[in-house]
């Protein structure tokens, strides 16, 4: 059965005070993990897709990183703005369910 | 495009009640899905579709049915609603090519009492 377990579950930053979030998986054979960003009262907005170890991708002031086991959310300098719930999934074998993390709630403090 | 689209936006339900949650999209895409959101327990998946007239269950099926008669359409029915069914459901699309990220839609919000 795939896992996903994101951390912490909470985070409170001071605008421009850099961090990261952490999503721990297991799968087999992962097909794809992603990241989402919810805001409150709506529908979950997809950021990236990452395919295998190693890989990178970045956007504004999010940038994603995949090794075997977890992935991070590095966000640099955040906003206000950036405040939000962020959530993980993956995708294993051969179908197309996701799993989801219980996601990081993120507040960024003026 | 509207893209997702879900109605209604809130509903309210007394136990044993039917109803059923419309959720419609406009990109032509072949894989639709009903998630429900709960505090604390994450995005779970409902029932999903493949392409019309293809359903399969997920991880939390029971009490709920799907049909998928268009590639536009994918309603959700509660036969029997139960207080435990109470959470905010999210129908998602996707193309089917493996891997692809899913679109989400606004949301239901459903209160069972």
């Known amino acids: 059965e795939d896992q996903v377990t994101q951390s912490p579950e909470a985070l409170r930053l001071q605008e421009g005070e850099s961090s990261s979030l952490n999503c721990s998986y297991t799968?087999?054979?992962?097909?794809?993990l992603f990241w989402y960003r919810q805001d409150p009262g709506k529908g979950p907005e997809f950021l990236f897709t990452?395919?295998?170890a190693g890989e990178e991708k970045e956007k504004e002031r999010l940038k994603a990183t995949l090794t075997k086991k977890e992935s991070f959310l590095h966000i640099t300098a955040p906003k206000p703005e950036d405040s939000a719930t962020y959530l993980c999934?993956?995708?294993?074998?051969?179908?197309?369910?996701?799993?989801f993390g219980k996601g990081t709630l993120l507040t960024v403090n003026p | 495009n509207a893209g997702v689209t879900q109605t209604p936006k809130f509903q309210v339900l007394k136990t044993g009640q039917s109803m059923t949650l419309q959720c419609a999209q406009d990109?032509?895409?072949?894989?639709m899905s009903w998630y429900r959101q709960d505090p604390g327990m994450g995005l779970r998946l409902i029932h999903y579709?493949?392409?019309?007239?293809?359903?399969d269950q997920g991880e939390v099926p029971n009490g709920y049915n799907v049909s998928r008669s268009t590639t536009e359409d994918f309603p959700l029915r509660l036969l029997s609603a139960a207080p435990s069914q109470t959470s905010v459901y999210f129908c998602?699309?996707?193309?089917?090519?493996?891997?692809?990220?899913?679109?989400f839609g606004p949301g239901t919000r459903l209160t069972v009492t």
């Open positions: 579709s493949v392409g019309a007239g293809i359903t």
């Open positions: 998602a699309s996707s193309y089917p090519t493996g891997i692809e990220e899913q679109y």
């Open positions: 999934a993956v995708q294993g074998g051969s179908n197309y369910k996701l799993t």
């Open positions: 799968v087999s054979g992962l097909r794809g």
């Open positions: 990452l395919y295998s």
């Open positions: 990109m032509n895409h072949e894989y």
